[in-house]
């Protein structure tokens, strides 16, 4: 099993933050709450590939339910579809 926190993620510098839902509604996923602020995170930080660890410190102060599990998750699914790069 790969180290998940020490991974970083890519994304795409072209990606704006005001198409989140539409976005990940293209790509086939269900734009949740808890997506859209991971993927928020990712586009503000998009030229910084942050790590899950700072991903979650940022997600956090949006949404302070969230968990590292949750972030994850989300992590996994937009990879999954392509709507980021690991």
């Known amino acids: 099993m ?5 991974r970083t993620v890519f994304v795409p510098p072209h990606r704006e933050r005001g198409v989140v839902h539409a976005r990940i509604a293209e ?16 586009l503000d930080h998009a030229k910084e590939h942050p790590t899950a660890d700072e991903i ?16 994850y998750n989300c992590l996994d699914a937009l990879v999954k579809h392509h709507l980021v790069k690991q």
Do not use: N, W
């Not at 996923?29 to 602020?37: D, E, H, I, K």
């Not at 979650?56 to 972030?71: D, H, N, R, Y």
């Open 56 to 71: 979650f410190m940022q997600a956090k102060t949006e949404k302070p339910e969230i968990s590292m599990a949750t972030v």
């Open 2 to 6: 790969k180290d998940v926190k020490a």
């Open 27 to 42: 790509a086939g996923l269900r734009p949740t709450a808890q997506r859209s602020v991971v993927y928020g995170v990712l």
